[in-house]
């Protein structure tokens, strides 16, 4: 398998060029044992790990084995029907000959604002984009029921299969991806971990995922699989 990072065309091959084209725009995102350096870490400097781990995700799935172009900090609007609102970006978007992959990197980052405190302040706003994306992922609970829920999530698995979509694929990963060990920990960390772990629980069987982690949804016209799966990398 091989795997090369890029950003508007430009090669990306160390962390110092991972920092200059793909860092997040907050400075302060990028830090020893934080999410954002440790995904270009696992990304460069433990690159045949990471393809190991990659060639295992696509196997769990039942996709070939596959070389992929990616970019960090990659943007994917959320198509058609989510009312107005900007792109989601992917910490990193792989894109291969059939699949294409969209991580979120965390350490105890939460996954945003609960879905539910979303649905409120967007409540009579015509650009009810939490009221969409609920509707679209998790229609078979009311809002009630997935409240609790991290927003990242469903923006994550959304855009991961428009990004599909627009690369002409119909298949996808949406992958969260935790680093544990020698990590930044902050004041709530395990408490934030223990959140993120629940939320995960909580919106793969919101979805109605089958046992291996997979939906399949309509996105303007094609229906996209998406694997929907999280993995621990220690440091």
Not at 34 to 61: G, H, N, Q, T, Y
């Given at each position: 398998?091989?795997?090369?990072?890029?950003?508007?065309?430009?090669?990306?091959d160390s962390l110092e060029a991972?920092?200059?084209?793909?860092?997040?725009?907050?400075?302060?995102?990028?830090k020893e044992g934080r999410s954002?350096?440790?995904?270009?870490?696992?990304?460069?400097?433990?690159?045949?790990?990471?393809?190991?781990?990659?060639?295992?995700?696509?196997?769990?799935?039942?996709?070939?084995?596959?070389?992929?172009?990616?970019?960090?900090?990659?943007?994917?609007?959320?198509?058609?029907?989510?009312?107005?609102?900007?792109?989601?970006?992917?910490?990193?978007?792989?894109?291969?000959?059939?699949?294409?992959?969209?991580?979120?990197?965390?350490?105890?980052?939460?996954?945003?604002?609960?879905?539910?405190?979303?649905?409120?302040?967007?409540?009579?706003?015509?650009?009810?984009?939490?009221?969409?994306?609920?509707?679209?992922?998790?229609?078979?609970?009311?809002?009630?029921?997935?409240?609790?829920?991290?927003?990242?999530?469903?923006?994550?698995?959304?855009?991961?299969?428009?990004?599909?979509?627009?690369?002409?694929?119909?298949?996808?990963?949406?992958?969260?991806?935790?680093?544990?060990?020698?990590?930044?920990?902050?004041?709530?960390?395990?408490a934030n971990c223990e959140k993120?772990?629940?939320?995960?629980?909580?919106?793969?069987?919101?979805?109605?995922?089958?046992?291996?982690?997979?939906?399949?949804?309509?996105?303007?016209?094609?229906?996209?699989?998406?694997?929907?799966?999280?993995?621990?990398?220690?440091?």
């Amino acid at each position: 398998m091989n795997i090369r990072y890029e950003k508007e065309g430009m090669a990306i091959d160390s962390l110092e060029a991972w920092k200059e084209l793909g860092n997040p725009k907050k400075d302060n995102q990028w830090k020893e044992g934080r999410s954002a350096r440790l995904m270009a870490e696992l990304a460069i400097e433990r690159k045949p790990e990471f393809a190991k781990r990659v060639s295992d995700l696509l196997a769990e799935c039942g996709i070939a084995e596959q070389d992929f172009v990616c970019e960090p900090e990659a943007a994917t609007g959320l198509g058609e029907g989510m009312c107005r609102g900007g792109a989601r970006k992917h910490d990193l978007l792989m894109r291969g000959n059939d699949c294409v992959i969209g991580i979120e990197a965390k350490v105890s980052e939460l996954f945003g604002e609960e879905i539910g405190k979303r649905l409120k302040s967007e409540k009579g706003n015509e650009s009810n984009r939490a009221k969409c994306l609920t509707e679209r992922l998790t229609p078979e609970k009311n809002q009630d029921e997935v409240s609790g829920i991290g927003y990242q999530l469903f923006t994550a698995a959304r855009g991961t299969m428009c990004a599909a979509l627009k690369h002409g694929m119909d298949k996808c990963i949406m992958l969260v991806i935790t680093f544990k060990g020698n990590v930044e920990k902050e004041k709530n960390y395990d408490a934030n971990c223990e959140k993120n772990a629940k939320d995960f629980d909580d919106f793969l069987k919101a979805t109605g995922a089958d046992g291996n982690g997979r939906i399949v949804r309509d996105i303007s016209g094609k229906d996209i699989s998406c694997w929907i799966k999280h993995i621990d990398v220690t440091v």
